[in-house]
């Protein structure tokens, strides 16, 4: 079968869907239900409310994700209680989200849930923790890539993407595209000392050649161009616990010293350049690495969109393939 | 808009008292509340909202519980640990309480809460059994924990379980049955019903805890008691606060008394906190001495055990006895007032005005005024002085009242805060050995003369040689014409 022997050298992964209908609950499920199989005790959680959709407006989406006894999973008051399967609760958390207060429960039997996890990288951190020491052998996130989450999955040990004909209907497209968030997942990690020393810090600091770390009084470096600011006073290393925009880094890949440029990122997510602006930036010097750093393990691709498009699944896969040295899978061959 | 102002202030009359209104007037009250190790959730709201007490009956049963408590820590120092980390699991389950007892059928949430809690209140109860010091009293466990653990599990986790019912286990089974034969539209309606099943026996679980909350509200009342009385008897033993005597005779009486706000801040920067004795009746009490001598804090310490103590706490002295009051009020320079667009003699006058009327109605105050007057001309400010004490004096009030003002001819009770006198400085002393030199202790004011301490504070704290050698000069005249006044009298 595949992937799952690789899945189970990991605490926590993450299941990322590049965009809607990619295959990611699929995915899920087909991972869930190998796990179970192998009676591997796992636990399910997703970051925030269901990261792609905003049926806490609505509310009519039914839930997809199965769950199996005896597995856990953690989910908001609100979406517990819609539950049809018997379960037994086994912690309530002084954590709140949108949806209420967190509660941890154990399936008793088989059945469909929603998922509403924590909505911060902290709370994920160490909600997973806590799993650990209820017996949970391995705790798969329910991930989202979206600019309005402030939970990344990167906390995760390891990760899972999902890619498809929704995002591109045209293979090299969709093959570039997904390359390029490969690429990012794939940034080198910082040393942990510098590591530990930024991730309380929330504003942009210079890293001087020694490792001190100053603050350089700026919020945001929205707008940076139009500022008279001395990035560089301390060092060419820069920490942005923000967004990094294609408007910054158009900005650096212009100056002089564009080539001893490395800028700092909390992870993957926080990059939101293009990725022609992104190359050109690293194609002119500049460097980029992350605080925190998952391990992406394998690509699943879902060949057909919503809109009636499919893809030659073999060919994209190859194409893949050929780009990204990992395992890809067809999720329409998983569901079996 | 004056005379509108002192109308207003009519109503801040303060009557029935909580903990956290009291925390707001005094910065070192709220410091010791903070300071408390508290561990369960709920323990905080308990104890801000705690009541004045002025019944000494009351104050002295809640006073031997706290007493009792340190001989349960003393005795008792292994199971310490215990106890406390059951009660720091305990979660503010108020909401929960609340629809108990309005009879509201619980889910599955609010059992779990239920049944967390009352599996630790076991644990204590199995802790606290072969202890001989009884702190508290909780009520029977076992008709709650047969409702909230029909299987007798004793963990802490929670479904609605076959137990409750046979029904319901004989639908879920037969949903279990329809699921395997893969008859779905079968399993589907077992399960509608076995969900609905499960509804009625959370109604008639609910139905039984109904009839149990007074249990759930003692036992929950009971632990966080015995939370607040255990973080009472750590805090004491730790800061060395004492058991207060309750006065029959209208005496207020301290020995060694300290600030553990002021302390603490002075230890941090390496000083060390000098404990006063004091000592005052039902009549009003005059206190002078120089700049620093810490008359303010004196003010304001005695004012933190009048409330400490009338709010069951034990006090920062080595040994106290107290007398009673109705309220304690102080006078130290209200910012608040300040802001609200008066001056600094506005909010005085507007601040001790409501002090006398809460005297006029009948109350006994314990009145602490820290330099009335002071920031108006000295002939007005001391004729204010003058006419507090006066009052104070016709209407026996305990009052404390600091002043700077000279040779008052006070029939009253007169100390003075030793300060430098007698002691010769070194030249050069920075400001930050000065409180070295500084005897915090009192003494009875001979009403001699006052000391002149002023200026030689300000020569330390380098203030320009020029005008304090003219101030100096002017001091030197205005006794040379006291001098000749009282020659040619």
Redesign the interface.
């Known amino acids: 079968m595949p992937f799952t022997s690789d899945i189970l050298n990991y605490g926590s992964l993450s299941i990322v869907g590049v965009e809607k209908n990619t295959g990611k609950t699929e995915c899920l499920n087909y991972i869930i239900r190998r796990l179970r199989d192998k009676g591997i005790s796992i636990a399910l959680t997703s970051i925030g409310v269901d990261g792609e959709t905003c049926d806490q407006v609505t509310g009519t989406r039914k839930p997809e994700i199965e769950i199996f006894k005896p597995m856990l999973f953690v989910t908001s008051?609100s979406h517990?209680?819609q539950r049809?399967f018997?379960?037994?609760?086994?912690d309530?958390s002084?954590r709140t989200t949108a949806l209420g207060?967190l509660?941890t429960a154990?399936a008793?039997?088989s059945g469909k849930v929603m998922l509403s996890g924590p909505s911060d990288t902290i709370s994920l951190k160490k909600l997973i923790a806590e799993l650990k020491t209820l017996g949970v052998k391995i705790t798969l996130v329910d991930g989202a890539l979206s600019r309005k989450s402030i939970g990344s999955p990167a906390i995760t040990d390891a990760m899972i993407l999902t890619t498809g004909a929704a995002w591109s209907a045209n293979i090299p497209t969709l093959v570039r595209k997904t390359t390029f968030i490969c690429d990012l997942i794939a940034l080198p990690s910082i040393n942990p000392d510098l590591r530990d020393r930024l991730l309380p810090v929330h504003s942009i600091h210079s890293i001087d050649e020694k490792g001190m770390v100053t603050n350089l009084q700026i919020n945001s470096l929205f707008g940076i161009d139009q500022k008279e600011v001395d990035l560089f006073h301390h060092g060419y290393t820069l920490f942005v616990p923000g967004a990094v925009t294609d408007k910054l880094l158009n900005h650096l890949k212009v100056l002089k010293e564009a080539s001893r440029i490395k800028l700092i990122v909390r992870d993957f997510t926080k990059i939101f350049a293009s990725p022609e602006v992104y190359t050109q930036f690293i194609q002119r010097g500049g460097t980029i690495e992350v605080l925190i750093k998952t391990k992406l393990i394998a690509l699943c691709i879902n060949p057909s969109a919503p809109n009636g498009t499919v893809l030659n699944s073999e060919r994209l896969r190859e194409a893949l393939k050929e780009k990204i040295n990992l395992p890809v899978w067809d999720v329409r061959k998983l569901a079996g | 808009m004056f005379g509108n102002w002192l109308v207003d202030q009519q109503n801040r009359i303060p009557d029935m008292l909580q903990l956290k209104n009291a925390i707001e007037e005094l910065e070192s009250l709220r410091f010791i509340i903070e300071s408390l190790p508290l561990q369960s959730a709920p323990s905080r709201r308990y104890v801000l909202a705690l009541n004045w007490m002025t019944e000494p009956e009351t104050i002295t049963l809640e006073l031997s519980q706290v007493a009792s408590s340190l001989q349960f820590l003393e005795a008792n120092e292994p199971l310490l640990s215990d106890i406390r980390s059951n009660l720091a699991q305990i979660k503010d389950i108020k909401g929960t309480l609340r629809n108990i007892k309005t009879g509201s059928t619980p889910d599955d949430i609010e059992l779990f809460e239920l049944k967390h809690f009352w599996l630790l209140a076991d644990n204590i109860q199995y802790l606290l059994s072969g202890v001989e010091i009884k702190l508290i009293n909780l009520p029977e466990l076992e008709p709650v924990m047969r409702i909230l653990d029909p299987e007798g599990s004793r963990i802490p986790t929670y479904y609605i379980c076959d137990r409750y019912d046979e029904e319901l286990a004989q639908l879920r089974k037969s949903c279990y049955n329809a699921h395997q034969l893969g008859n779905y539209n079968l399993e589907e309606q077992l399960r509608e019903a076995a969900l609905q099943r499960e509804e009625v026996v959370r109604q008639h679980i609910g139905d039984q805890l109904h009839a149990n909350y007074d249990s759930l509200r003692q036992a929950m009342d009971q632990l966080v008691r015995l939370d607040i009385l255990l973080a009472k008897a750590i805090l004491f033993r730790q800061w060395g606060f004492t058991n207060p005597e309750l006065s029959e005779k209208e005496i207020t009486d301290y020995q060694g008394l300290f600030n553990p706000l002021v302390k603490k801040s002075l230890e941090d920067k390496g000083g060390h906190f000098q404990p006063v004795d004091i000592s005052f009746g039902h009549n009003p009490t005059i206190i002078t001495g120089a700049n620093m001598a810490g008359k303010t804090v004196l003010l304001r310490t005695v004012a933190l055990s009048q409330f400490l103590v009338q709010f069951g706490f034990f006090v920062p002295a080595t040994k106290a006895i107290i007398s009673l009051v109705d309220h304690v009020m102080l006078s130290v320079g209200d910012k608040q007032s300040e802001l609200q667009g008066l001056s600094s003699f506005g909010a005085e006058m507007v601040r001790i005005n409501e002090i006398i009327q809460t005297i006029r109605s009948g109350k006994r105050v314990l009145a602490l005024i820290d330099e009335p007057g002071r920031t108006t001309n000295p002939t007005e400010g001391l004729a204010i002085v003058k006419s507090i004490v006066e009052l104070f004096e016709a209407k026996r009030v305990p009052g404390l009242i600091t002043t700077h003002y000279n040779g008052i001819d006070f029939s009253c009770k007169k100390l003075r805060v030793k300060g430098f006198s007698g002691v010769p400085l070194p030249e050069n002393i920075s400001i930050r050995d000065l409180i070295h030199y500084l005897d915090y202790n009192l003494t009875d004011d001979t009403c001699e003369s006052q000391p002149h301490e002023a200026l030689r504070i300000a020569g330390i704290l380098g203030v320009d040689n020029e005008l304090l050698e003219l101030a100096h000069q002017y001091v030197l005249e205005q006794e040379r014409i006291k001098n000749h006044q009282i020659k040619s009298n």
Request: no cysteine; proline share 0%.
């Open positions: 008051e517990y209680r049809r018997l379960a037994e609760i086994l309530v002084g207060r509660i154990r008793l039997e």
